[in-house]
């Protein structure tokens, strides 16, 4: 094959032109632009646009959703005498009219699909100009809406009339920077005979041998005659089978024996294999694991369960919903998602959701969690919203899942596939039912066309209709007893203790909002004074009433900052309180509820958090902000998810000692408890030792006796709970806003170090939930460790990486739930 790029890395310079729309006067194109790529990153890049996630941007660039735009570009061509040459374009976002030479050679209407057009009629010897023009999205979204009728959805633009990420419309933790571009690699391909059109190698384990059936489409151009011999290499072992001229589909089977099986993190070694596939000219490379996915959701005596197992081994699911990592997506990279799904694994992660109001990721994004061993739920890609089912909607979301399954099924780490995000249940309950008026809602996706074409195409990995579901039609899709749930009522309605009023089998959705690090949050909001409904915060806040739910989820949990509105240093110092307060409530809600839900196992099966990432920075449930800062609440995940917990729980009217060992190692070690003063010297009022074992895999519940148990003074005593072997928690019998926590509880000392510096704090008195916030001085230095509570006498050191060492820290920089009460 003779592969010609059209990118801009191969080479090839491309322009982009506003062709119609609401161009404002001074904005002059064409400029350069970059393939793949997009329009909003090319007018940044060419400075005809500010940035759009600074102050208010967003809305002032709008009107680039609503415009047309024309990307062009010429090259040259030489005859090579090959029989067939198409384009080939991996991804156009999203309406699009391709013109080679003055010839239309097809409209498009998917983001999430590659198109090939044949061009060899076309193509001229030496120059040839190729033009894209793409429509508006929002123009295009809107028209197809009022044409069709209008099926619901969330948030402000009808994004369910096309197949183009959600999201990039705007979301509750996202910008509205709606974009078009050619957003995906685009080439000539010119070949002869017999071609690879897609290679499917599916690898499961039988016995202890690797089993690979191998699915190959071929291509084949007009007049080929001769039989064609596929051969597959994997594992050491080469497997051949000859087809007759013409034969479009074969599969291989391949057998690897005594194949090393991939495991996910925390259950085994992530072993892999390539596979090289040839067919006369042409190779194709991937890499398979050998594994067996299942999904049981059989009913039980409480209900239904929902436990993945790998390799027969049921897996506890700790894992993040993870959203697109940039709100433009072509500028994210193999570095960036390694980065990025290096949070999820370093917070003790073992699987990542890709949300269906994203894409489907990139190659990297997967082969990464095979490497990895971050197990993946695909959801297709459906979100919050009513989808027609009639054409061309019907036919584009065939055509996308087909793609997308045959793309993404060779990965080990696919561990599901999910038909959608939350339709069914709005469905159920979000008054769709009215304004349907007996339309299609997209139930036909979800339980016909989309679980077919996965029994067709990737028949090793389960299917499930939807998040949340419950496995039977007639039981709320959200209820806690059966399949999977998403916990929503915390954050918009109640306060973060109802977590423990469920009992969820799986919590697929769950999250608490805070604000992303003060660096990152003050690089892109500009308001004096700075305040919490300040014009640009407010573009930086996208939750339906996120402020007040902010406020309102603080309840008795945690003293609400000064509202002293009087600018000057005091609003200063009082911003930074909000700032400290809701980011550490949203840690606190989070390991409230995991820690509940983890104490439930074996009955939970699994805790998926909304959300690990964000595309910008915002507001919003993220663990890690959009400059790739961890919040206190990644911190507190690296807890919470750690292969054992222990964690002190009420259970009825005692308190437990609740162990939950997440490995394949009986947990032995000695527990000490003591009930001791919060106040300095923090004397130790009663204590008792006990012996732990807990089984692998396996939850203990371990009772606490009254000595320890009961408080004397419940606000001045606490629990402190430390295994022999290092794992410790605490217990609190009083909410922060009545619990007497030392104002004056530690002192800090800072060192120079060679790639930083270390701050050691040293507590005199219970010091509560400290935290080190270096961006605040440097915002490229990072720390190694947040969130810490010490029992007087006891020291921890953060470890800065980047910066310059301070002489000294305090409050902004250095920070404690002790500061807030007092
Ligand atoms: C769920 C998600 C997202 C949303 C989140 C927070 O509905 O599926 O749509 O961002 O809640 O509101």
């Known amino acids: 094959m003779n592969t010609v790029p059209l990118t801009t890395e191969g080479g090839v310079a491309w322009t982009v032109r506003a062709i119609d729309g609401p161009v404002p006067d001074g904005i002059s194109t064409p400029v350069a632009a970059t393939v793949p790529g997009e329009v909003h990153t090319d007018l940044l890049a060419a400075g005809v646009i500010p940035d759009p996630f600074d102050g208010d941007n967003e809305s002032k660039l709008a009107w680039i959703g609503r415009t047309s735009w024309s990307y062009r570009t010429s090259f040259d061509w030489v005859a090579d005498g090959n029989d067939i040459q198409e384009l080939v374009a991996d991804g156009l976002d ?22 090939r057009f044949l061009i060899g009629d076309v193509l001229v010897a030496g120059r040839n100009e190729l033009v894209i023009d793409f429509a ?27 197949r183009k990420m959600a999201s990039n419309f705007g979301w509750d933790w996202g910008p509205d920077v709606a974009t078009v571009g050619i957003w995906q690699p685009i080439r000539i391909e010119s070949w002869s005979g017999v071609w690879i059109s897609s290679v499917r ?362 509202n002293d509105r009087g600018g000057g240093a005091g609003n200063a110092a009082n911003m930074a309180d909000w700032h400290w307060t809701t980011q550490l409530n949203q840690a606190r809600a989070i390991v409230f509820g995991i820690e509940h839900f983890r104490s439930l196992f074996p009955l939970n099966t699994g805790a998926i958090v909304w959300q690990l990432n964000d595309n ?56 000490t408890v003591k009930r001791r003063s919060t106040r300095a010297g923090g004397d130790v009022i009663a204590q008792e030792t006990f012996a732990l074992e807990v089984a692998p895999r396996s939850a203990v519940l371990s009772s606490l006796p009254g000595s320890v148990a009961k408080p004397t003074d419940p606000t001045r005593e606490y629990l402190e709970v430390r295994g022999a072997d290092g794992s410790s928690t605490y217990w609190y019998f009083a909410e922060d806003t009545e619990l007497h926590l030392e104002g004056n509880a530690y002192a800090a000392s800072v060192t120079k170090t060679d790639d930083g510096y270390d701050v050691t704090v040293t507590a005199s008195a219970l010091a509560k939930d400290l935290a080190l916030f270096p961006d605040r001085l440097d915002p490229a230095a990072r720390v190694d460790s947040g969130l810490v509570t010490l029992s007087a006498g006891e020291s921890h050191t953060f470890h800065v990486t980047g910066g310059t060492a301070p002489t000294s820290v305090g409050i902004p920089v250095l920070r404690s739930a002790n500061d807030l009460v007092n």
């Open 616 to 671: 910008w920075p915002v507001v919003s449930w993220a663990a890690v902000d959009g400059h790739g800062i961890r919040k206190p609440l990644w911190y507190a995940l690296k807890r919470v998810y750690a292969e054992r917990l222990l964690t002190v729980q009420p259970r009825e009217d005692e308190l437990v000692v609740a162990t939950h060992n997440d490995t394949d190692v009986l947990w032995s070690t000695e527990v």
């Open 201 to 562: 190698p599916l690898a499961s384990v039988e016995g202890d041998r690797g089993v690979l059936n191998t699915h190959v489409d071929l291509a084949w151009a007009g007049g080929s005659t001769e039989d064609a011999t596929i051969t597959v290499e994997v594992g050491g072992t080469t497997t051949e089978l000859t087809v007759a001229a013409g034969t479009s589909t074969a599969t291989i089977t391949s057998a690897v024996e005594g194949a090393q099986v991939w495991w996910p993190r925390g259950h085994g070694e992530q072993n892999l294999y390539d596979v090289t596939v040839s067919v006369g000219q042409d190779t194709w490379h991937g890499r398979v694991g050998f594994r067996n996915v299942s999904l049981d959701v059989a009913p039980d005596n409480h209900g239904s369960p929902f436990v993945i197992s790998v390799n027969g081994k049921p897996i506890y699911v700790r894992g993040a919903n993870w959203i697109p990592d940039d709100a433009f997506v072509t500028r994210l990279s193999r570095t960036t998602y390694e980065t990025s799904i290096q949070d999820a694994v370093d917070a003790g992660m073992n699987l990542l959701r890709v949300w269906g109001g994203g894409i489907y990721e990139s190659d990297d994004f997967y082969d990464i969690c095979d490497e990895q061993g971050i197990l993946v739920w695909q959801d297709f890609l459906f979100a919050c919203a009513a989808y027609s089912e009639d054409e061309p909607l019907r036919g584009e979301v065939e055509a996308e899942a087909r793609q997308a399954i045959t793309r993404l099924s060779k990965h080990a780490s696919l561990a599901l596939w999910n038909g959608n995000n939350e339709n069914i249940w709005g469905y159920v309950e979000w008054g769709w039912r009215v304004p349907l008026a007996g339309r299609a809602w997209g139930e036909g996706y979800y339980f016909d066309l989309l679980p077919a074409l996965v029994a067709e195409l990737d028949p090793r990995t389960p299917y499930s209709p939807g998040s949340p579901y419950s496995y039977d039609h007639f039981i709320h899709p959200n209820d806690e007893r059966t399949g999977t749930m998403h916990i929503w009522d915390v954050w918009n309605q109640v306060d973060y203790t109802t977590y423990r009023k469920y009992k969820p089998r799986f919590a697929s959705e769950f999250g608490f909002q805070g604000p992303p690090a003060w660096s990152t949050l003050t690089s892109v909001v500009h308001d004096e004074p700075l305040d919490p409904y300040g014009e640009q915060m407010l573009v930086h806040q996208k939750a339906f009433e996120g402020n007040l739910k902010l406020e309102r989820g603080l309840g008795e949990h945690l003293p609400k900052w000064k």
């Open 136 to 162: 508006g999205p929002v123009a295009s979204a809107e028209q197809i809406e009022a044409e069709a009728g209008g099926w619901p959805h969330t948030n402000h633009h009808p994004y369910n009339a096309l």
């Open 94 to 115: 999203t309406v699009a009219t391709v013109t080679l030479n003055g010839r239309e050679l097809g409209t498009t209407q998917n983001q999430h699909r590659s198109y």
